[in-house]
């Protein structure tokens, strides 16, 4: 059923990314997931870059930031990844070693000082911890 759903989720994300593109008056729009934006009008995803700097007229430092394109994230080549609560780019996704798609959430917790969420990896026998989009634990479930 999750799988079925994440598929789902996944599908109507794409089809609107294609709709965006198909008309002129959305060409420009931008969406932003996990501190990253998506531009869909020039296929571009960019991260954020700190700048900063010194106001010699009135004497104050400043900073702040700006989009610049992402080197490790190609818009054509990149996946959305939807799990528990959390959306990552699959350039990001915490779990390496194994197929995403044979992935199963067995349990999401949200809570004021806590966001884990257990998954489980049916082909290597395993439960993964993802806590906060990071890889924090696994367990060994073999036998």
């Not at 884990?116 to 060994?140: G, K, R």
């Amino acid at each position: 059923m999750q799988k079925i759903l994440l598929s789902l989720l996944i599908s109507i994300f794409f089809y609107s990314m294609q709709h965006c593109q198909s008309k002129t008056e959305t060409m420009n729009k931008r969406f932003e997931i996990e501190g990253r934006q998506i531009d869909t009008a020039k296929q571009v995803v960019y991260c954020q870059e700190m700048v900063g700097g010194y106001d010699e007229k009135t004497g104050v430092n400043w900073d702040g930031y700006k989009y610049v394109p992402c080197e490790d994230i190609d818009y054509k080549t990149t996946n959305l990844i939807f799990m528990g609560s959390s959306i990552t780019f699959k350039e990001y996704f915490p779990i390496k070693t194994t197929d995403i798609s044979s992935l199963n959430i067995i349990q999401h917790s949200i809570g004021y000082s806590y966001d884990y969420t257990a998954i489980l990896s049916p082909l290597e026998n395993l439960v993964y911890i993802v806590w906060n989009n990071c890889y924090s634990s696994q367990i060994d479930i073999k036998g």
